[in-house]
């Protein structure tokens, strides 16, 4: 029996703002759509084309999205295509198409609301406005005096040239 495969990879920039919602389970859902620019040569010179794709991120992919996406973010996305089928109002058949993503990378760095609001949460933080990108760690509750666990202490260079190797 033959396996089909069923796979999506996409680079491209958000072309609206997330759009996140609960289902009536409680599980997050982020909608967005991304533009992804071709180019190719055609008979009268270079021809640009954009495709648009619609994107759902679920639970904690999506929720992150939502929070650190906006208008214009740079994303590559991996997932696989999915479609829904309905009838509208003049009873035709209609046919919708996204994909439903496992995997959402940010190739931008996240944007606040405000030019130099902070934005934080448990885990990392990003002050915008700065050159490069200012993450930092803070660990568990409890984790104050060893936060990084049991190290192995590494000699520097100046310390390996008074060693004596057997070796």
């Known amino acids: 029996m033959a396996r089909d495969i069923n796979y999506f990879f996409g680079i491209g920039n958000l072309t609206r703002e997330p759009d996140l919602r609960y289902t009536p389970q409680g599980t997050a859902i982020c909608r967005f759509g991304i533009a992804m620019n071709r180019q190719y040569q055609g008979r009268d010179g270079a021809v ?3 495709t648009f794709i619609n994107i759902a991120a ?20 991996v ?6 089928s309905w009838e509208d109002q003049e009873g035709n058949k209609r046919t919708s198409y996204e994909i439903n993503a496992i995997n959402v ?3 931008s760095p996240p944007r606040s609301r405000g030019e130099d609001e902070h934005v934080s949460d448990s885990s990392e ?13 803070q660990g568990q509750p409890g984790d104050e005096d060893n936060a990084l666990g049991d190290l192995e202490e590494i000699p520097s260079d100046e310390q390996k040239k008074d060693d004596i190797s057997p070796f």
Request: charged letters at 30%.
């Open 79 to 84: 997932g696989e295509l999915r479609s829904n």
């Open 105 to 107: 990378q940010f190739l």
């Open 48 to 50: 640009e084309d954009t």
């Open 125 to 137: 933080s990003y002050r915008a406005g700065t050159e490069k990108e200012n993450y930092t760690f």
């Open 58 to 77: 679920w639970s904690k992919v999506g929720e992150n999205c939502a929070r650190f996406l906006h208008k214009g973010s740079r994303v590559a996305v």
